[in-house]
């Protein structure tokens, strides 16, 4: 589905429902940890492909890429920081193949954090920063994404860059999530970002939708949920993890399931969101229990 669809949707009303976790879910079907889970795309494309049909079975309408790592600044960590373009042109077109040919169904682009800090608390001038992301982001809307989903975002400035950079080298529609805790001063990024700053300096980058992603689970995103959505008229979105991980056997187990989340997605859905999704630990049988939900309150 092309683009304009994609914001033509949620203008219209309509509730779309995201995937879940795409690196627990690696994981779950054999990767091995400390790898490059965007190197899955290439050498492992088969798996790759397998998790984004089994979000569209499960009823997403949406699912995102597994690029979330693939840019530069990340993929050098692995030696393969000359193969953004191909991650991430390679990771959108596995997702198309099996996107139902039907109106409201899309892929997002994923882009998550280069992991480095801007100067002066790091080594990346902003320009640098830019640069990283206008690469994936091209890269992206080349092998044809309908959206890019910036995410996982802590730092308001590189939230911001990441921002600019998706809006002025490609035209498609653009969301940012940021990762939020409770702490003493209420819900912030591990950076001190609070809730109201991440909207207004997201918003004045150009962001076309705003939202939350990752954290500590359901309740907590019920808590960024209410103190945002009276914040701003752009379509918001959250994608929680299933809850705080418990480590068994060096793997973590995420202890919220889809009949405990049910009442908790609901609230989320009563209070105002336009896509609801999961994070990490959440998978297919999470994205069933929302669909349902969503079917539900579309059709009172
Ligand atoms: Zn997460």
Known sequence: MNNHQFLQFLQSGKILVSDGAMGTELQKRGMPVGVCPEEFNISHPEIVQGIYKDYYDAGSDLVTTNTFGANRSRLAMHGFENRVREFCVKSVELALAVC?????????GSMGP???????????????????????????AEGGADALFIETMMAAEEAEI???????????????TMTFEFGKAGLRTMWGVDVK????????????IIGSN????????IAIVRELRPL??????????????????????Y???????????????????????GCCGTGPAHIRTMRRLVDKKQSL
Request: aromatic share 4%.
């Open 100 to 108: 139902p040919d039907k109106s409201g169904k899309f892929v997002a």
């Open 114 to 140: 280069t992991g480095d800090l801007i100067e002066p608390l790091g080594p990346r001038t902003a320009r640098e920063v830019y640069d990283i992301f206008s690469e994936q982001a091209e890269a992206l």
């Open 162 to 176: 990441a921002v600019r950079a998706a809006k002025e080298k490609t035209n498609l529609p653009v969301a940012a």
């Open 197 to 208: 700053t991440a909207v207004s300096r997201l918003t004045d980058a150009g962001v076309d």
């Open 214 to 221: 990752c954290g500590r689970g359901f309740d907590e995103m």
């Open 232 to 253: 701003t008229v752009k379509p918001i979105i959250a994608q929680s993890n299933a809850g705080i991980p418990d480590w068994v056997d060096g793997i973590s187990v």
């Open 255 to 277: 202890t919220e399931t889809p009949e405990i989340i049910e009442p908790k997605a609901q609230e989320i859905l009563d209070l105002g969101v336009n896509i609801i999704g």
